[in-house]
T-cell receptor, first 114, second 113 residues
Framework: DGGITQSPKYLFRKEGQNVTLSCEQN?????MYWYRQDPGQGLRLIYY???????QKGDIAEGYSVSREKKESFPLTVTSAQKNPTAFYLC?????????????FGSGTRLTVV | GENVEQHPSTLSVQEGDSAVIKCTYS??????FPWYKQELGKGPQLIID?????GEKKDQRIAVTLNKTAKHFSLHITETQPEDSAVYFC????????????FGKGTKLSVKP
């Protein structure tokens, strides 16, 4: 079955460490997104990519980095510059060529600073 | 840019009652309006969507209405059940290459048995 897979489900980071969250999709979608969700809060856009080897900053890109070397993959690195990284991270994708512009979301990665 | 306001932020109903969540958008060029349901610890799932050329869409117990003139759209859930308890997000998009979804801040729906 086609879908979008995030790993790991839970991730613990020591202060000063960089960590990378994985997002893989086999839906042949062009665009991919990373969102941050804090408890009881909405979805805040970190980065997005509409095509391989291209990506744009969202509303809260500081302290994060991404790459888009393959259509299927859009990993997110949370750097030590992100002072409050504890949150639930969601990856999403969509196919720009369709008339339906809805997103497919992954199941999320919960990152905790220890 | 587009801004989506969602109300209420929390909603509690008795099982069997109806629930209504409302959203307003600012960009008149928006033409696609999906609704997502997010259960605890999971990613949001698309439950229903509507395009700007349609005023209402229904799928079993859920329906969405759109008023383009007033720039607002609503989610209606009838005969609510405890499993409807979740956070619901509305969103708006202009579609095309610049058509990123803009999300509302969410509504936490609690259905009491």
């Amino acid at each position: 079955d086609g879908g979008i897979t995030q790993s790991p489900k839970y991730l613990f980071r020591k202060e000063g460490q960089n960590v990378t969250l994985s997002c893989e999709q086999n839906l042949n979608h062009d665009a991919m997104y990373w969102y941050r969700q804090d408890p009881g809060q909405g979805l805040r856009l970190i980065y997005y990519s509409q095509i391989v080897n291209d990506f744009q900053k969202g509303d809260i890109a500081e302290g994060y980095s991404v790459s888009r070397e393959k259509k299927e993959s859009f990993p997110l690195t949370v750097t030590s510059a992100q002072k409050n990284p504890t949150a639930f991270y969601l990856c999403a994708s969509t196919d720009r060529g369709r008339t339906n512009y809805g997103y497919t979301f992954g199941s999320g990665t919960r990152l905790t600073v220890v | 840019g587009e801004n989506v306001e969602q109300h209420p932020s929390t909603l509690s109903v008795q099982e069997g009652d109806s629930a209504v969540i409302k959203c307003t958008y600012s960009d008149s060029a928006s033409n696609y309006f999906p609704w997502y349901k997010q259960e605890l610890g999971k990613g949001p799932q698309l439950i229903i969507d509507i395009r700007s050329n349609v005023g209402e869409k229904k799928d079993q117990r859920i329906a969405v209405t759109l008023n383009k003139t007033a720039k607002h759209f609503s989610l209606h859930i009838t005969e609510t059940q405890p499993e409807d308890s979740a956070v619901y997000f509305c969103a708006a998009s202009k579609g095309g290459s610049q058509g990123n979804l803009i999300f509302g801040k969410g509504t936490k729906l609690s259905v009491k048995p």
